[in-house]
C-alpha cells in the first residue's frame, strides 16, 4: 500500500503539492477561528460535588467551581478593624455593589472574628463571582478598582485567589506563537547539524503545513463536539516535534538510499517503505495513546485526545504524501551541500552499540538501577492542585496573602467549601460543620444574594487549603457529618471537586492502562513480527513513564529543584489532569522511538540472521536520529515552561524530561542490551499469532552471535 501510494504521490507530485498548499493557505485563515471555537468546560457530569456547584451556578449566578477571591484591607497602625468596622463593611459592601453578580461574606456581616489577623489590622472578605468567559479577564481588576476608591482613608487593599496566584504574579509570558517560533529556531539548530544542508529546511517546512492543517481539521472538529482549549498548545508544540521527528526519519532514509546508489524515485520509494512503515506504526501509536482518553468520564480529557490524536494521524499523513513530493521534486537540489555524508552508520553510535553488546548484562544492570531509582518517589506521589506557595512569589496577589499569613489566617481560605441548602436551617448546617476537625470557621450569611428560591449556601472554611488527595479528608469530614443533616444538597468547592476529579479520572485509570497496553502490543507485535519485542516496549515503557512521574515527585511536588531552576516552591502535589495527559503523551512518543530503532533492527537481522548484528547496525543507523528527534521535542518542550503558570511548567518539563529520559537511558542503552541479551527469542513469532496478526510467521533460528557482530559497525555501502 506504501508502495502503491508513493508511486502515485511521484507521480503527480504537484497535484499533492499543490493540494497541501490548499491546506496550508485555509489553515492560516482557520487557525483563529479555531482558536475561538475552543472550549472551557471542566464539568464532570453525575459527580456530587460537580452537581452541586451547577445548581449554585444557576441559582446565584456566581461560585460553585469556581474558586473565591479574598479581597484584603489593612488599616494604618494605630487603627483596628473592630473598630472602624463601618467603614471597612461599607468598603466592601461598596464591591458587591459596584460589580454585578458577587456573593461576599467578610467580618461586618457575620462579625466572626475568623476574619480578622492577630495585630486586628487586616481584615478579608470572601467574593464569590461568576465564571469568566473562556480567556476573557473575570472581574478582578473591577473589584480591586472599587475596592481601591472606597477602601478607609490611610488603609491599604489587595485581591488573592487561587486563580491569580496561579496567573504567575505580575509576570507574563509569550503567547502561543512565540512558543512555537523559540521551538522551531531549536529544532532548526539540530536539523542543521544533522544534516549539513539546505535539506534542514524542509522538516520545518512539514511540521509547518502539519501543524496548520491540524487546526483546519481541528475546526471542523469543533462543529461536532466540543474541544478543550489546551488542544491548542498541544497541536502547535506537540505538533512542531512529532511532525519534524516523522520527516527526519524518512529523509534521512532517502539520503542513506541515494548514498547506497539508487536513483532519487527509488531511494524515494524505499525510504516509505521502510522508514514510512515505521512512521505508519508510531503514528498510530501516539494516536491509540490518545484515543485512550475518550473512554473517560471527563468531558475536557475526552476532547484532548480527540483533538490530541489528530496531530499524529495528520503529520503522518503530511510525511508520507508531501514529504515524497518534495523529495521526488527539489529534493537533491536542496540537499546543498552535502558536508554530512548517509552511506555508513555513524561511527560513535556503532562503536557505542558494540560497547553495550559486549557489556549487555553490565549495561542493562546499570540502566534499571537508575530507572529504579527516579521510580522511587513516585511511591509518594499526591494528586491534586499546586499549593499556593507554589505559585507566585511576586505581585499584588503574592502580597495580599502574605498579609493575612503574617496575622495568622491560614492560606484554607483560598478554598472554602460551599455547602447548599434547600428548604433547612443554614445556620445549623454552619454551626455543626464548624465543629468538624479541620475547620476553621463557617458561616451562613443573610441577605438576598445568599438566600434565594428556598436555597441557601453556608461557607465552610478549612484551617489548610484543599487542594490534593491527602488535604481533603476535611471534605470527607464535612460530607459525612452533614450527609444526614436535613435540607442539605451537597457541597462544592476547590476541596469537593479534586474528590470528583480523583474518582472520574483515576477511578478509571486501569481501563484506559489496559486500552493502550492491549492495542499498543497487537500493533508492535505485527510491526515487529514478534511477541517478545512488543512485551518488552510496553513494559520498558511503563516503567519509562514510572521513573518520569518520579522524577516530577522529587523535582516539583517535593521540590527538589524547583526552587533553583524556576524560583517556585514545592508544590506539594501533581495537578489531578497532568499524569493522566502526560502518559497519554508519553507513551505513544516515547514509543515512536522504540518503533524506529527496533524495526531497523529488525531490517537488519532478516538480512543477516544475526541479532548483534542486529544490533549494531540498527542502533548505529538510528541512534543520532533518535537523539536528535528527542532534542527536537524537548526544545519545543522548554519553549512550552517558558509560561508563566506552574501547571503548564510541570506539564512541559514533564515532557521533556521524559523524551530525554526515554531517548538514552532507555533506547540508547537498556533495549540494544535487553535485545542482545534475548537473542533469537527476539524474533519468534509462531503460527498461532502470526495468523490472526495477518503477517508472516517467524522461526527462533539458532544464530553465531559474535563473528557477524565483530564484522558489523563500519557501516556498508
Not at 435 to 456: E, S, T
Not at 591 to 606: A, H, K, P, T
Amino acid at each position: 500500500m506504501l508502495d502503491s501510494l508513493t508511486t502515485f504521490v511521484l507521480r503527480h507530485r504537484r497535484l499533492v503539492a499543490c493540494a497541501w498548499l490548499i491546506a496550508l493557505v485555509l489553515g492560516v485563515i482557520g487557525t483563529q477561528k479555531a482558536i475561538n471555537r475552543l472550549a472551557f468546560d471542566f464539568s464532570l457530569p453525575g459527580q456530587p460535588g460537580h452537581e452541586t456547584a451547577v445548581t449554585i451556578m444557576k441559582t446565584y449566578g456566581n461560585g460553585g467551581e469556581q474558586v473565591p477571591y479574598v479581597a484584603v484591607v489593612t488599616l494604618p497602625p494605630g487603627q483596628r478593624v473592630q473598630q472602624q468596622q463601618s467603614a471597612v463593611g461599607a468598603a466592601f459592601g461598596a464591591v458587591q455593589k459596584g460589580v454585578p453578580g458577587l456573593r461576599v461574606v467578610d467580618f461586618p456581616s457575620t462579625q466572626d472574628r475568623s476574619f480578622i489577623t492577630r495585630d486586628g489590622r487586616s481584615t478579608y472578605a470572601l467574593i464569590f463571582a461568576p465564571t469568566p468567559r473562556g480567556f476573557a479577564p473575570g472581574p478582578a481588576a473591577a473589584i480591586e478598582g472599587v475596592l481601591a476608591k472606597s477602601r478607609p482613608a490611610g488603609s491599604t487593599s489587595g485581591l488573592t485567589s487561587l486563580d491569580l496566584l496561579g496567573n504567575g504574579g505580575d509576570s507574563g509570558g509569550p503567547g502561543v506563537l512565540v512558543e512555537t517560533l523559540l521551538g522551531g529556531l531549536g529544532a532548526l539548530a539540530v536539523l542543521a547539524f544533522v544534516f549539513a544542508s539546505f535539506l534542514a529546511l524542509v522538516p520545518l517546512a512539514i511540521a509547518a503545513v502539519s501543524i496548520l492543517s491540524t487546526f483546519l481539521v481541528l475546526l471542523g472538529l469543533t462543529y461536532l463536539t466540543d474541544i478543550s482549549f489546551v488542544v491548542q498548545f498541544l497541536v502547535s508544540l506537540i505538533g512542531l516535534g512529532v511532525a519534524i521527528d516523522y520527516s527526519l526519519i524518512i529523509v534521512s532514509r532517502w539520503r542513506e538510499e541515494r548514498a547506497h546508489g539508487r536513483g532519487n524515485d527509488e531511494a524515494v520509494r524505499v525510504a516509505v517503505r521502510t522508514a514510512g512503515k515505521a512512521v505508519v506504526f508510531s503514528g498510530v501509536t501516539v494516536a491509540v495513546g490518545l484515543a485512550a482518553l475518550i473512554v473517560l468520564p471527563v468531558p475536557f480529557l475526552r476532547s484532548m485526545g480527540l483533538g490530541g490524536m489528530l496531530i499524529p494521524l495528520v503529520s503522518t499523513a503530511v510525511s508520507l504524501t508531501l514529504l515524497p513530493a518534495i523529495l521526488g521534486g527539489i529534493g537533491p537540489r536542496v540537499d546543498w551541500p552535502r558536508i554530512r555524508k548517509e552511506g555508513a552508520a555513524a561511527r560513535g553510535w556503532s562503536a557505542w552499540a558494540r560497547l553495550v553488546v559486549r557489556r549487555r548484562w553490565v549495561a542493562a544492570g546499570g540502566a534499571l538501577v537508575l530507572l529504579g531509582a527516579l521510580v522511587a518517589p513516585v511511591f509518594g506521589i499526591s494528586i491534586g492542585l499546586a499549593r499556593s506557595n507554589s505559585l507566585a512569589q511576586s505581585g499584588s496577589a503574592y502580597d495580599a496573602l502574605h498579609v493575612l499569613e503574617r496575622g495568622g489566617v491560614t492560606s484554607g481560605i483560598l478554598t472554602p467549601i460551599e455547602v447548599l441548602v434547600h428548604g433547612g436551617d443554614a445556620a445549623a448546617v454552619a454551626a455543626r460543620a464548624a465543629a468538624v476537625p479541620g475547620v476553621r470557621a463557617a458561616y451562613a450569611p443573610d441577605g438576598p444574594v445568599w438566600r434565594r428560591g428556598g436555597n441557601a449556601v453556608a461557607v465552610v472554611v478549612p484551617r489548610a487549603e484543599t487542594v490534593a488527595g491527602g488535604s481533603v479528608g476535611v471534605v470527607k469530614r464535612v460530607r459525612a457529618a452533614l450527609a444526614s443533616t436535613p435540607g442539605v444538597v451537597g457541597e462544592a468547592g476547590a476541596g469537593p471537586l479534586q474528590i470528583d476529579y480523583l474518582k472520574a479520572v483515576y477511578g478509571n485509570f486501569p481501563l484506559v492502562l489496559l486500552l493502550i497496553v492491549v492495542v499498543t502490543f497487537l500493533l508492535l507485535a505485527r510491526a515487529f513480527r514478534s511477541l517478545l519485542l512488543p512485551l518488552k516496549a510496553v513494559l520498558l515503557n511503563l516503567m519509562s513513564l514510572a521513573a518520569t512521574f518520579g522524577a516530577l515527585t522529587f523535582f516539583w511536588q517535593h521540590g527538589h529543584g524547583s526552587q533553583a531552576l524556576f524560583g517556585i516552591a514545592a508544590t506539594g502535589a501533581i495537578t489531578f489532569w497532568l499524569p493522566i495527559v502526560i502518559f497519554a503523551f508519553l507513551f505513544g512518543l516515547s514509543m515512536d522511538y522504540e518503533v524506529f530503532i527496533l524495526s531497523r533492527m529488525r531490517e537488519e537481522y532478516d538480512a543477516t540472521g544475526s541479532t548483534d548484528a542486529a544490533v549494531i547496525e540498527g542502533l548505529g543507523r538510528t541512534g543520532r536520529l533518535v537523539t536528535s528527534a528527542a532534542l527536537i521535542l524537548f526544545l519545543a518542550f522548554i519553549s512550552l515552561a517558558s509560561g508563566p503558570q506552574t501547571d503548564i511548567k510541570v506539564f512541559a518539563t514533564g515532557l521533556g524530561f521524559g523524551i530525554l529520559l526515554d531517548a538514552t537511558v532507555v533506547r540508547a542503552l537498556l533495549v540494544p542490551a535487553l535485545v542482545s541479551l534475548f537473542g533469537r527469542w527476539n524474533w519468534w513469532l509462531p503460527t498461532w499469532a502470526a495468523k490472526p496478526l495477518r503477517v508472516a510467521p517467524s522461526a527462533a533460528i539458532p544464530e553465531q552471535r559474535r563473528p557477524q557482530a565483530d564484522r558489523v559497525g563500519a557501516g556498508r555501502d
